[in-house]
């Protein structure tokens, strides 16, 4: 397809295990974001990536998320030490170079950690 | 930094009655303003965007909104809703860094 892709839907984690969420953006879209949206909350900025150069990473919570995007495409985000407050929905979002905030999202990937 | 306000966390209407959702932003430079409609179990979908020029912009699916620079507003309006718009709406301000700022979302239910 030709919208953002993400991977997986869901996920069930127990606490204390790693989890990674892939993204796979609009091709040919440079920047790359990821956002953490809390039940009932609006999305919260975590990371972006200008191709494969990670160029913002003062949203990410602690230093157990971090996140890659080796070949300046499909991006990885990834969790270790899962714990309950880390549930929630993850959006990717892609846009074009001479971008203006307008973002392509995907559907997101819900983590539940029990 | 930039801040979004979205005043509403709940608005309730009827079919086809008017509608407006408020968003307020705080910074003091010039900015970029955008509307995104999110429906159950999706992602984010933008509805209009204000880069520059007329202040009265036009989104998709009969939706617009009006950005005011002395009251820092960009509130989204449509003039008759229709079921199929219940959906949760964010406003989201960027900058120089080109990295938006969302508010908390404002859920329009649209009764029958």
């Known amino acids: 397809g030709a919208g953002v892709s993400q991977s997986p839907r869901y996920k069930v984690a127990k606490r204390g295990q790693d989890v990674a969420l892939r993204c796979d953006p609009i091709?040919?879209?440079?920047?790359l974001f990821w956002y953490q949206q809390a039940l009932g909350q609006g999305p919260e900025f975590l990371t972006y990536?200008?191709?494969?150069?990670?160029?913002?990473k003062s949203g990410l919570p602690s230093d157990r998320f971090f996140a890659e995007r080796p070949e300046g495409s499909v991006s990885t985000l990834k969790i270790q030490r899962t714990q309950q407050e880390d549930s929630a929905v993850y959006l990717c979002a892609s846009s074009l170079e001479s971008n203006t905030g307008e973002l392509f999202f995907g559907e997101g990937s819900r983590l539940t950690v029990l | 930094a930039q801040s979004v306000t979205q005043l509403d966390s709940q608005v309730p209407v009827f079919e086809e009655a008017p509608v407006e959702l408020r968003c307020n932003y705080s910074?003091?430079?010039?900015?970029?303003l955008f509307w995104y409609v999110q429906y159950p179990n999706q992602g984010l979908q933008l509805l209009l965007k204000?880069?520059?020029?007329?202040?009265l912009v036009k989104g998709i699916n009969g939706f617009e909104a009006e950005f005011n620079k002395s009251q820092t507003s960009f509130h989204l309006r449509k003039p008759s809703v229709h079921i199929s718009d219940t959906a949760e709406y964010f406003c989201?301000?960027?900058?120089?860094?080109?990295?938006?700022?969302f508010g908390r979302g404002t859920s329009l239910i649209v009764h029958p």
């Open positions: 990536f200008q191709n494969e150069a990670q160029l913002d």
């Open positions: 989201a301000v960027t900058k120089g860094s080109y990295i938006p700022t």
């Open positions: 910074s003091s430079v010039s900015v970029y």
């Open positions: 091709s040919g879209h440079v920047s």
């Open positions: 204000y880069l520059s020029g007329s202040t």
